[in-house]
């Protein structure tokens, strides 16, 4: 349990899923069994990416990405400033260097506008150019996939998806509409820890369409260990595989998706009807002509003092709340990396509030924080 009365995010588990582990468990099938291939094929079938690597986390899919389009020292990532800190140190890990860019203040997502002048002034001034980009779909709102690909296609340069947020949703306009997250770029990732859309109680997942990058990464997956009856390795490997108990969850909660996300859709719909009545609140924006998955409702207030009162009232009433992450360019490890923006991934942090938004989350629970919100707002 998570201790608090009303929580943030937290797993919808019921009995098909405990029967489901019970049964793996009493055949022996813990570290290694047939669903691990059955839960890849439905992501692939949910996605339309032709081919899916389950991992151990949503972080672990993102090295391997790395790994497999052969980014190392020397290069450079663009990467949203406004993030968890996991869409970054991936990029450290492999000894390439992230270039921080601002994000949009309406989603807050990455801002393709400025990628393109930092890609232009690059090309200018006859400099490397990017390895790749990661994309990160923030609170499971798509993010500029069409502007994006037109870079990549322009610049020849690799879009990482960070899906992490995003299982089922779909990019909207364009010459990619109706694509699957995860499934648009080059490499995709998903995360299926404890708070996500659906859980395997921790795991990740690579998507792509290219099979060579697949067959790559799941190499380097299970210690890079080569065919046969010996323990053979080619190349330095990782322990990043999935366990199949994680899969036989992960299988019984991909078949109640549809379901979650139209209640984390409708969560947000009843939060922007009531709240942004009031004229001092604004919900972070979805673009109607996408379908994301409304991860976690995020409300924008005035200023960070309202924010911080705001967060303090539902927190002393056992409601948990929680801000945006600190922008990464303010963040200890990444303070000298280069952030091309105007500060507003910290306006949004000062300012934006999540609230709860379990998909198991009762209408009288989501009643009583908005009554929490407005009696704040109208006393402030």
């Excluded at 990455?110 to 890609?119: A, K, R, S, Y």
Aim: proline fraction near 4%; aromatic fraction near 6%; include cysteine.
């Amino acid at each position: 349990m998570s201790g608090w009365k009303i929580p943030l995010a937290i797993p919808n588990v019921g009995a098909e899923e405990a029967r489901a582990v019970h049964d793996a468990i009493m055949a022996g099938d813990l570290a290694i069994g047939r669903e691990q291939e059955h839960f890849e094929r439905f992501v692939t079938d949910i996605t339309g990416a032709k081919f899916a690597v389950s991992v151990s986390s949503g972080t672990a899919a993102l090295h391997l990405a790395l790994l497999v389009l052969g980014i190392g020292p020397g290069d450079t990532v663009v990467v949203p400033d406004l993030t968890f800190i996991a869409s970054v140190n991936p990029i450290s890990y492999v000894g390439a260097t992230p270039v921080l860019i601002d994000v949009k203040p309406d989603s807050g997502n990455i801002d393709v506008d400025l990628i393109t002048t930092f890609l232009e002034d690059l090309q200018k001034e006859q400099l490397p150019l990017p390895k790749a980009i990661v994309a990160v779909h923030l609170l499971g709102e798509p993010c500029d996939m069409e502007g994006l690909m037109s870079l990549s296609k322009e610049y020849g340069i690799d879009i990482i998806e960070d899906a992490a947020e995003s299982l089922g949703a779909t990019y909207g306009p364009g010459s990619i509409a109706y694509k699957s997250t995860g499934s648009i770029g080059k490499i995709g990732i998903i995360s299926f820890n404890g708070n996500k859309v659906v859980t395997t109680g921790g795991g990740g997942m690579l998507l792509t369409n290219d099979g060579a990058l697949a067959s790559k990464a799941r190499h380097l997956s299970t210690q890079a260990r080569l065919a046969g009856n010996y323990y053979n390795h080619d190349v330095v490997g990782y322990n990043y595989r999935m366990s199949n108990i994680s899969a036989t969850l992960g299988i019984e909660q991909l078949k109640k998706l549809r379901e979650f996300i139209s209640a984390k859709r409708s969560i947000y719909r009843h939060y922007q009807d009531s709240l942004e009545l009031i004229g001092d609140i604004k919900m972070m924006d979805t673009n109607p002509e996408n379908n994301g998955t409304c991860w976690l409702s995020t409300a924008l207030f005035q200023d960070k003092k309202t924010r911080v009162k705001v967060e303090a009232h539902l927190r002393n009433l056992g409601i948990e709340c929680r801000a945006l992450w600190t922008p990464i360019h303010l963040q200890t490890p990444y303070r000298d990396s280069l952030y091309i923006g105007t500060g507003v991934s910290s306006n949004l942090a000062d300012c934006a509030l999540s609230l709860p938004s379990s998909t198991s989350l009762k209408e009288s629970e989501q009643r009583e924080v908005i009554d929490v919100v407005i009696s704040t707002l109208i006393n402030h």
